[in-house]
C-alpha cells in the first residue's frame, strides 16, 4: 500500500536515535510495518510540502487520529477518517519540550497522578512516548497557551472524550501526529 503523506514526512525527517528497539525505515517507500514501529522518531515537517490534516487522516488508515499543532495550541480529532472536532490545548512551556512526531497511543490510564511533577493529576491519560501523554488539566485558564513541561493539555470533559475513542477503537487503531 503507498502512503505518499509518509512518504514527504520521512523525506524531511531529521535522522535521530530511534527510542523504540525496533528497526528504523529508512527506504523511500517504507512498510505499514515499517512506518509502526519506526513511528516514535521526530519528525520535521515543512508546513509547504505537508498535506492537509484531511488528506493524512485518509492515508493513515486508522480509526483515531489526534494532530496537535504547538504553534496554534489546537488538537485537531478525526474519527474515522473525518474531523469531528477541534480544541485548545498547551504543549510545553519556554525552556520544556513537546516532541514532534507521530505515535501510537503505548497504554492509557483514566486516572493518572504525575509520578514526576508532584502528583499533578493527568486524567485520562494516553501515553504515546515514555513520559509524554495527552491527557486533561485542573489549570483551563492556560489552554491554548504552552503551559505544560512537556505533555499534551486538554480540558478533562475533552480529555474523557479523547480517552473513551481511543479505549473502543483499541491503542493500535490511535495515532497522535504533533508539528511545529
Known amino acids: 500500500m503507498e502512503i505518499t503523506a509518509f512518504k514527504i514526512a520521512i523525506s524531511v525527517l531529521v535522522h535521530s536515535v530511534c527510542f523504540a528497539s525496533f528497526a528504523y525505515a529508512r ?27 484531511e488528506t493524512l487522516a485518509q492515508e493513515l488508515d486508522v480509526a483515531v487520529i489526534a494532530f496537535v499543532e504547538k504553534s496554534e495550541q489546537k488538537l485537531h480529532i478525526f474519527l474515522g477518517g473525518e474531523k469531528q472536532f477541534t480544541w485548545d490545548v498547551s504543549t510545553a512551556r519556554r525552556g520544556k519540550v513537546t516532541p514532534t512526531g507521530i505515535w501510537s497511543a503505548q497504554w492509557l490510564s483514566e ?16 501515553f504515546y512516548n515514555g513520559n509524554f501523554a495527552i491527557h486533561g488539566t485542573n489549570q483551563v485558564n492556560k489552554l491554548g497557551t504552552p503551559a505544560s513541561a512537556g505533555c499534551v493539555r486538554l480540558h478533562p470533559e475533552n480529555a474523557k472524550v479523547l480517552f473513551d475513542m481511543v479505549r473502543a477503537a483499541g ?10
Open 111 to 126: 486516572h493518572h497522578r504525575s509520578s514526576l511533577y508532584n502528583n499533578a493529576p493527568m486524567p485520562f491519560s494516553i
Open 171 to 180: 491503542k493500535s487503531e490511535f495515532r497522535v501526529l504533533i508539528t511545529d
Open 27 to 53: 527506504s523511500d517507500e517504507p512498510s505499514m510495518e515499517q512506518l509502526h514501529y519506526a513511528s516514535s522518531e521526530p519528525l520535521r515537517m515543512a508546513q509547504s510540502s505537508m498535506k492537509s490534516f
